[in-house]
């Protein structure tokens, strides 16, 4: 087989590279030198579910350690033996273990025999039945050759480029409905001359086919059977008969001009990169839009309700003094927002739960932005597996601080004085809920005895880091931040915006005793209506990404479009916080002074359209033949769906905030 066109593929990633809207990355690991003939190690990992031509839907989610006992693979001489793998690797699903395959630096092997064959390698009925349905599944076997993933050639069809597949399928679907099993692959290794007789692998395609006329022969080769179009295919017996199968594979060494740091490259596809910078332009010109309605809207008339509202005080005082006239005509009483200056202050209800909740957010939101900002820069390499998912646990554990900071000054600023239960709470509720919630997926995998299945060990180091480094942060934070000094009353505030985050404990205005009634609201400044009107516009800026990260996560392939990430992001961001404080405006301008919790819930209500995305998404590219994928694709979404609802309310609160704190800080009150 000819080797795979890289020209214009080098082309459109140079292309994307050059670009502010793209992400390069730095090799994750020390390259491997081999000599002719030295030994390049094939290590194999859980087989997937995936794609085929004729089937565009995902089967199932839930995947298969390699040497399950149904699948009859054969096993090297002492058992396979563990990889070493980071924690986010083990967590994604990994489970690399090794292989009996032999490959050699350079020299190539048409037909050659993966094992002796066993009886313990026939196929009985239930593993026939077993292995059937995962190839009706469409189950793709995962190879490592030298860290690089073996894949199979693909073109896309929107931009005409060439690019790598990772993963090839454990059998195919014949015209008939029935399950072929492959028992042959080909592989196709490239090669680049790093110096004079020291090479490195760049590059692995692998080719399946069924072969039933393979066979092991007493001389100790191998005879690979009929490899031409229309041969007949091997079939697993499912009335009872065993199966004899012999697994055999071909090698063949190709020299590329590729460099061993842009090996990956060929996997880093952008699948159509137009309908990703029109999602960016369109969300953008919203933002723009939208920005700018907020800023026209509020800046005219806060200038205006500030200036008349001081106005009045002045006349106010001219009055008590005596030395006063008439008040100037178009000026009256007290209107508008700058009525409930009594009660905006006011504790909200339960103040515990939102503080811990903010907390959190904070937390989430350091976590997330900083994750993709390493991401951006390069530092996660895809050749280091795992390591997306490792930074994120540390830098989560890490932030702890600044949860237990958030929460504890938000709390204090809202007069709470069970400081204990606060400060014992930030760290629990949220990652219990999450912890808590993974562990009961987990048992699913467990029973479906699924290589997805997190080991009981790697639990136990969650949760030693979750204790041991989390928690102990936290309470530092909490206790920091309850120590923090504080005034008695500021009459003006003066700070930006990030020390009115920071320090926004005393409010500018004094809270009355007695709580002032609220009138009745009109229909869209309902809880409900205004959740629904204001949380799609945070979702509108990022559904389009929504839509690649789910591919990408569902269907087992490699994101790496955080330059367009990091983009969507900042939208998201800019979109929360805007909404949030028109919102608030309005609430404010209706005597409705309870905004705490209705703009965390507001921005947060965008999780909710996450969530249906979700569902409309399995319904229109997944089709689940089994109870426990459809429970794992709710339960992963309702958690993702709750950690999005905490982060984007915690955007939403703080911008509230911050406004809130500076409209009522720059008017006088007696």
């Not at 980071?86 to 350079?106: A, E």
């Not at 969300?283 to 008349?308: E, P, Q």
């Not at 009981?456 to 920091?480: D, N």
């Not at 819930?601 to 359209?609: L, Q, W």
Request: charged share 15%; hydrophobic share 45%; with cysteine.
């Amino acid at each position: 087989m000819a080797v795979m066109p890289l020209s214009k593929l080098s082309t459109v990633s140079l292309a994307l590279l050059s670009s502010t809207a793209s992400a390069f990355y730095l090799p994750g690991v020390a390259p491997t030198t081999y000599e002719r003939g030295g030994l390049v190690p094939l290590n194999v990992n859980p087989l997937t579910a995936g794609l085929s031509e004729n089937d565009p839907q995902l089967r199932s989610v839930i995947s298969y350690d390699y040497y399950h006992p149904a699948f009859r693979f054969c096993r090297p001489e002492g058992g396979p033996q563990d990889v070493s793998e980071s924690l986010g690797s083990i967590l994604f699903g990994d489970r690399i273990l090794t292989s009996p395959y032999v490959l050699k630096m350079g020299i190539n092997m048409s037909c050659k025999a993966v094992c002796e064959p066993k009886p313990e390698y026939n196929f009985d009925k239930p593993s026939a039945l077993f292995t059937n349905e995962r190839i009706r599944q469409n189950y793709n076997l995962n190879m490592l050759i030298d860290g690089l993933p073996a894949g199979q050639p693909y073109t896309d069809p929107t931009t005409d480029t060439d690019f790598t597949l990772r993963g090839f399928p454990l059998g195919e679907v014949d015209k008939e409905g029935k399950p072929a099993f492959n028992n042959h692959i080909d592989l196709v290794i490239d090669y680049h001359e790093a110096a004079k007789g020291k090479f490195r692998v760049v590059g692995v395609l692998a080719l399946p086919s069924s072969r039933p006329g393979a066979k092991w022969n007493p001389d100790g080769k191998a005879d690979c059977g009929d490899s031409s179009e229309g041969s007949p295919n091997l079939y697993l017996d499912e009335q009872g008969g065993k199966t004899e199968v012999t697994f055999t594979y071909g090698v063949y060494w190709v020299e590329s001009k590729t460099a061993w740091a842009t090996r990956w490259d060929t996997y880093l596809h952008v699948y159509d990169p137009r309908i990703h910078w029109f999602s960016l332009i369109n969300s953008a010109i919203i933002v723009v839009f939208l920005c700018g309605m907020v800023a026209a809207i509020l800046t005219r008339a806060l200038k205006k309700d500030i200036a008349r509202y001081n106005r009045l005080d002045s006349f106010n005082l001219d009055d008590l003094s005596g030395s006063g006239g008439e008040a100037e005509d178009g000026v009256q009483e007290d209107s508008g927002w700058k009525l409930v200056h009594g009660d905006v202050f006011r504790t909200p209800k339960n103040p515990l739960l939102l503080s811990v909740f903010l907390g959190n957010g904070a937390q989430l939101f350091v976590m997330t932005g900083c994750t993709i900002i390493f991401a951006l820069l390069g530092f996660l390499s895809p050749s280091n597996r795992g390591s997306l998912g490792t930074v994120m646990i540390l830098l989560y554990t890490i932030f702890g601080f600044i949860g237990g900071y958030t929460s504890a000054r938000v709390y204090k600023s809202f007069g709470g004085e069970a400081w204990k239960r606060n400060i014992a709470t930030t760290p629990l509720l949220i990652p219990g809920i999450v912890f808590a919630t993974f562990f009961l997926l987990n048992l699913f995998l467990w029973a479906k005895r699924s290589s997805g299945a997190v080991p009981f060990t790697t639990m136990l180091v969650i949760l030693s880091i979750w204790f041991v480094i989390s928690v102990p942060l936290s309470f530092a934070g909490s206790w920091v931040g309850f120590r923090h000094a504080v005034s008695r009353r500021q009459l003006k505030v003066k700070q930006n915006v990030v020390a009115n985050i920071l320090q926004p404990v005393t409010p500018p205005v004094r809270v009355n005793q007695i709580p002032r009634q609220i009138p009745p609201s009109t229909t869209y400044l309902r809880p409900l209506p205004s959740m629904l009107l204001v949380g799609i516009l945070p979702f509108g800026a990022i559904f389009v990404e929504l839509f690649f990260i789910m591919n990408n996560m569902w269907f087992g392939k490699v994101y790496y479009m955080f330059g367009f990430l990091f983009l969507t992001y900042t939208i998201m961001i800019i979109t929360c916080a805007a909404v949030s404080v028109l919102l608030v405006y309005f609430l404010l301008c209706s005597e409705n002074y309870h905004w705490q919790w209705r703009s965390f819930t507001t921005a947060g209500a965008s999780a909710g359209y996450v969530f249906a995305h979700a569902i409309i998404y399995w319904m229109s590219r997944l089709s689940f033949s089994s109870f426990t994928s459809g429970i794992l694709y709710l339960g992963y979404s309702l958690l993702l769906s709750f950690l999005f609802f905490i982060l984007t309310g915690t955007i939403g609160f703080f911008s509230s905030w911050a406004f809130v704190q500076r409209i009522y800080g720059s008017i006088k009150i007696d």
